[in-house]
């Protein structure tokens, strides 16, 4: 069992940035694949990014490629969701989510994630 708590939504105007962070409880975060995915209303949960055990993979949403950067401090059991250059369509709810079945790749689909976090408002005002 891993418990997800997210921090840092808010306000921002489109251009700014934010940094989310995910902090976990339980068993070693370590162990988990580690991803953010995001709702907004009246549309389906969609994937953001994921990162691998160790940090050294990432998987990206093409909609956030070179604007967001997850990171994590496995020493802290924190993961982090860097976002820059917000815009409109960035506006949701963002969730942490965790994976802890051996996979050969990071998943994308909400199905695999077996842990979630209650998620964290972002608004982005045009």
């Known amino acids: 069992q891993v418990q997800l708590v997210e921090s840092g939504g808010g306000l921002v105007q489109t251009g700014g940035s934010l940094r989310l962070s995910c902090a976990a409880s339980?068993?070693?975060?370590?162990?988990?694949?580690v991803g953010w995915f995001r709702q907004a209303p009246g549309k389906e949960r969609e994937f953001v990014a994921a990162l691998s055990r160790s940090g050294s993979t990432t998987s990206y949403a093409d909609s956030v490629k070179g604007r967001f950067t997850i990171s994590r401090d496995n020493a802290k059991n924190t993961v982090y969701l860097q976002m820059n250059s917000l815009k409109f369509e960035d506006t949701a709810v963002y969730y942490c989510a965790a994976d802890g079945a051996l996979r050969l790749k990071i998943q994308r689909e909400t199905a695999f994630y077996d842990y979630w976090g209650q998620g964290t408002q972002v608004t982005v005002s045009s």
């Open positions: 339980g068993r070693t975060f370590s162990s988990y694949v």
